[in-house]
RNA sequence: GGGGGUGUGGCGCAAUUGGUUAGCGUACCAGACUGUCGAUCUGGUGGUUGCGGGUUCGAGUCCCGUCACCCUCGCCA
């Protein structure tokens, strides 16, 4: 039989018509199983491919008869001849199909039970089930191309940073707790009983200490976990192209992440779009487009409506215009051919993002209809037409509320509209939104940054600092879009401990607070920091969108739940009373006995 | 935490107004078949309709609760 060394001189994928007259060992997994009594087929596979498989009546009997015994996803290995196939037997769809190994001599190496579904691109098998069979379904041809394609990706990017000399850096999983941004996953320390780690939201704080440390250009593919509630394009754990350069200005940042997207792009789709991508300021985005990450292939543009909307007697506008809201509208060209039911619709989407509703009018040949019609007759009513520049035939819809309802409503309007309206360009847009707003207010109205607190404000905005303006500071943060989402974001640091300082005095943070949550930070920032910046890319999103996948769950080769759960492992899970003794702890509500995992039984 | 959707043999689906023994395809099992390649033909196994309660003469169907998954709002510096 086989020796370990020569388990395959082929693979199944491998055999052309040149290789015919070859004898040849091939493993793999049974696909199908074709018996026609006499002569059966049997379809080979592994991740290179299907090669058939033939036993007739030069075949040993007793190998026969084990190809006719064999069934789905049983592990065989097969040695015989390649032969040709005639032309009217060969199978065009197949890269293998001009030939077929003659079987000789068969070995089962592992039998499989039924699977619980089939390996088959072509049939749709519930993601939970999926998910507990994650190595059947990681047999699956396409989920095969993703796992692969992500090995590749990863791979130039690596290229990519090492040519631009930047060096690897694992940092700890194991690390210390940040009470401010997403929930912590805690881990409980058994030799400090009573205290705990925390796993990386990002490793934010170990890079910056890379760059204190003088290695000038760090990058890891990094994973980070968060505790919070889960969506359609986020996981528990997730991974970041995680970088970070010393003596730089934000455009030698940017060109490094260009570069690592431009190589990834041109590699898995035909078009990369020119370096230097495009630049935007965040309030030209939101000014133009109602969002700070625009999807540039939608051509329709957000226009104030401030001035020409407050002389047509309109209640709603003059209520929000004096509260100091914003009234703005969208030109949907050609949007009369709208259904009643698709102008609600953008109605409603206006609604559930949050703004009181939507005032539309159609534009024809006689002025207007519709339920804003009625303030449009006079003078001021043509100016209003005149400064959207609509035509007959043109829709308008517009959106009057306090300006961060408003402008979610436009954001949702404009994006539904280029929906209906088809109007979305079939070419990839790429650009960098930049200048955001250093501090945003939470609701309960006090300044929190709106990236992260390390982050450099411009320089010629820190006046604003002392003279409490703090609305207008702008950060040195940048984020890149492609195609309406947010690939990732990146900032220039702050590395001088008195402005950092002086941050956290604005945001709220005592200096004894600041102290003992970043005081390793701050404390290393006074050894001599380099001014420094990075950015980090959300790798599971990129690479659905690269490969063309339709969940992110599906670059994942162990992806959870959208409760966080396991199907496969079982986890989370509760654990034998001793261990959690062991950490000091109690759990104080016992489990029902049916939230036990369930054990991984093969059926 | 809120809202919405889904849940019927392994898988995909059906079942009239609440009414017969819950049906079809596929997979699976057995048999037949010497060129198939999503083989074909014949026959067959397989169901506590997610779980619990209720209404009713009668529940897959109606009501209440609950669980799981998916989507979404909050949340995610």
Redo the contacts with the bound molecule.
């Keep these: 039989m086989s020796s370990a060394a020569s388990w395959r001189t082929h693979v199944c994928g491998q055999p052309r018509l040149e290789n015919q007259g070859e004898e040849a060992r091939v493993c793999g997994w049974v696909?199908?199983?074709?018996?026609?009594?006499?002569?059966?087929?049997v379809?080979l596979r592994d991740r290179t491919g299907?090669l058939?498989l033939?036993g007739?009546?030069d075949t040993p009997q007793e190998c026969l008869k084990a190809l006719?015994?064999l069934?789905?996803e049983d592990v065989v290995q097969a040695i015989g001849a390649l032969?040709l196939?005639?032309a009217?037997?060969?199978?065009p769809?197949?890269p293998t199909?001009e030939v077929?190994l003659?079987v000789r001599e068969l070995e089962v190496l592992s039998r499989s039970e039924?699977?619980?579904?089939?390996i088959?691109d072509?049939?749709?098998?519930?993601?939970?089930?999926r998910?507990k069979h994650r190595y059947l379904d990681l047999r699956r041809p396409r989920m095969r191309e993703y796992v692969e394609s992500r090995s590749q990706a990863n791979q130039i990017l690596r290229g990519v940073l090492h040519d631009a000399n930047f060096t690897e850096v694992e940092t700890p999983i194991l690390t210390r707790s940040?009470p401010?941004?997403?929930?912590d996953y805690l881990v409980p320390s058994r030799l400090r009983g009573g205290e705990f780690y925390a796993l990386p939201?990002?490793p934010?704080?170990f890079k910056q200490l890379c760059m204190v440390g003088g290695l000038d250009r760090y990058f890891q593919i990094a994973r980070?976990m968060?505790d919070?509630?889960?969506?359609?394009?986020?996981q528990p754990e997730f991974t970041q192209l995680d970088m970070e350069m010393s003596f730089v200005e934000e455009e030698e940042v940017q060109a490094v992440v260009e570069e690592v997207v431009v190589s990834l792009l041109e590699s898995f789709r035909q078009k990369a779009p020119p370096s230097p991508f495009p630049r935007m300021t965040w309030q030209e985005a939101m000014d133009r487009f109602a969002s700070d990450k625009p999807d540039m292939r939608n051509p329709l543009e957000i226009v104030d409506l401030a001035s020409v909307g407050s002389g047509l007697g309109f209640k709603v506008y003059d209520d929000v215009l004096a509260a100091g809201g914003l009234v703005r509208g969208l030109l949907l060209p050609n949007g009369g051919s709208l259904s009643r039911k698709e102008i609600d619709s953008l109605e409603s989407c206006a609604k559930?993002?949050?703004a009181g509703g939507a005032a539309w009018c159609k534009v024809t040949e006689d002025g207007a209809t519709g339920p804003l019609a009625r303030f449009l007759e006079g003078e001021p009513g043509q100016k209003f037409i005149e400064a959207l520049e609509a035509e007959a035939g043109d829709l308008v819809v517009t959106v009057a509320d306090q300006s961060r309802k408003a402008l979610?409503a436009l954001d949702a309007v404009r994006r539904m509209a280029g929906e209906l309206l088809d109007l979305i360009g079939e070419d990839s847009e790429i650009l960098w939104v930049t200048d955001f707003p250093l501090f945003?207010k939470?609701?309960d109205g006090s300044w929190?940054?709106?990236?992260?607190?390390?982050?450099a404000p411009a320089a010629s905005d820190i006046p604003h600092l002392l003279d409490g303006k703090l609305g207008e500071v702008r950060s040195r943060a940048y984020d890149l879009v492609l195609d309406g989402v947010e690939l990732g974001s990146g900032s220039i640091r702050i590395h001088d401990s008195e402005l950092q300082g002086a941050i956290f005095e604005t945001l709220g943070i005592s200096p004894n607070e600041a102290a003992s949550r970043f005081g390793h930070l701050l404390t290393a920032f006074q050894y001599g920091a380099p001014p420094h910046g990075g950015f980090a890319i959300g790798l599971d999103r990129l690479y659905a969108l690269l490969f063309g996948a339709a969940?992110?769950?599906d670059v994942i080769a162990f992806?959870?739940?959208?409760?966080?759960?396991c199907?496969l492992t079982g986890a989370p899970s509760p654990v034998d009373a001793q261990q959690v003794e062991d950490l000091g702890l109690a759990v104080l509500e016992a489990l029902p006995d049916?939230?036990l995992p369930s054990s991984s039984s093969p059926n």
Aim: net charge negative; hydrophobic share 20%.
């Design positions: 696909q199908s199983r074709r018996d026609h009594g006499g002569i059966t087929f379809d299907l058939q033939v007739d009546e006719e015994g069934r789905s032969r196939r005639d009217e037997n060969a199978n769809d197949l199909g077929e003659h039924t699977p619980p579904f089939e088959d072509r049939i749709e098998a519930p993601e939970e089930l998910m940040t401010e941004g997403a929930r939201q990002s934010q704080v980070c968060r919070e509630d889960l969506r359609a394009d986020r559930d993002a949050g979610a945003e939470s609701s929190t940054p709106s990236h992260h607190p390390f982050t969940s992110i769950r992806p959870k739940t959208s409760s966080g759960s199907p049916e939230n």
